[in-house]
């Protein structure tokens, strides 16, 4: 019996201990683990992101100017043109039924071994040939050929869609109206496409549309936004990624946003000061959502806790908590 007792004892304070260890464990893990870090120099970028396509400036769509067939196609996609050249050469339904039965007379006469009906028909083919000439197909705008969707001896109508010339590729893309205030004409901005991402390209904004449109119940505007030189890459279509440069601040003191801790409007943060800890407060000026420009209350090179968890300030030392927390009272706001 006094072995049952004992062994029940054992049981009971290894599960105590266990539970002990466990919720001393919790404890631990629910505080923030503080870092320092010093108030640098460096930039802070906002930027404005925004997705689109890629598309022509000015898309002219050719088309034939008779039904009839083709002949000779002289161009191909990639080609570079401009206003005047000759794109195709097509014969009208007339010249074609003409042909065809000059061509079948031809083919007769030579059937019938005939010399005389042979020159005849020679001449009667020469004649039709010289009465209808192809049609030329020319074109109106300096561009490159981005289509091409025909084949010498396909029929064609004047409905059909022989070539598609753009005179150059810009970026168009849908910015938030929460942030279309920010964007501007000739604004600076980085264009990526996802086929190439690791090609940034420089543009600038050339067109901001007036008129809104619902994207997913949400209002966007259009914006256009040109390269300063066109990569030969590019293709009509393509994803685009534009950021937009909208403030860019150089050489100015910042700290990481999770080193500021706020209350009732007011900016503080925690400078290591010999051993002690001082609440300090702050001004601050841009933020890129990291990093945040500090423009009174520290200097370059100050140390400043920074706070991995819940911006309060337990996780410190005891000493160190009532030290800060009494400072604190005597300060209007104070943590959160």
Do not use: C, H
């Not at 898309?59 to 570079?80: A, H, M, Y």
């Not at 010339?165 to 279309?180: C, G, H, K, P, T």
């Not at 000061?273 to 370059?300: A, F, H, L, Y």
């Amino acid at each position: 019996m006094k072995k049952i007792w004992i062994a029940i004892v054992i049981v009971f304070l290894i599960i105590s201990g266990f539970f002990f260890i466990r919720k001393r464990l919790k404890r631990s893990s629910a505080k923030p683990q503080w870092t320092t870090t010093a108030v640098t120099r460096g930039n802070i970028e906002v930027k404005v992101l925004a997705t689109g396509t890629i598309q022509p400036y000015t898309r002219v769509e050719v088309n034939s100017p008779v039904s009839g067939r083709i002949d000779q196609v002289l161009v191909d996609e990639g080609d570079i043109v401009k206003p005047g050249d000759i794109l195709a050469w097509i014969s009208s339904e007339d010249r074609i039924a003409l042909l065809d039965a000059a061509q079948g007379a031809l083919e007769s006469a030579q059937k019938s071994k005939d010399e005389t009906a042979i020159k005849e028909a020679m001449r009667a083919y020469e004649v039709a040939s010289n009465a209808y000439k192809p049609v030329p197909l020319t074109n109106s705008i300096k561009g490159e050929v981005i289509k091409r969707s025909v084949e010498p001896g396909q029929n064609v109508t004047t409905q059909t869609v022989l070539f598609v010339i753009s005179d150059r590729l810009v970026a168009n893309v849908s910015v938030d109206e929460a942030d279309i205030g920010k964007i501007t004409l000739n604004q600076d901005a980085l264009v990526v496409l996802d086929a190439f991402p690791n090609e940034s390209v420089p543009a600038k904004v050339t067109k901001i549309s007036r008129e809104a449109k619902v994207v997913s119940d949400v209002v966007v505007y259009n914006v256009m936004v040109e390269p300063t030189e066109v990569p030969k890459r590019w293709a009509s279509g393509m994803t685009a990624n534009v950021a937009f440069k909208v403030i860019n601040k150089q050489d100015v003191l910042i700290l990481p946003a999770s080193a500021l801790k706020e209350r009732d409007g007011e900016k503080f943060v925690l400078v290591l000061s010999g051993n002690r800890q001082e609440p300090r407060r702050v001004m601050t000026g841009v933020t890129d959502g990291k990093m945040v420009e500090i423009t009174e209350g520290v200097k370059e090179g100050d140390e400043v806790l920074v706070s991995g968890g819940s911006p309060s300030v337990s996780g410190l030392s005891p000493s160190a908590e009532r030290r800060i927390r009494q400072m604190m009272r005597g300060m209007p706001g104070g943590f959160r």
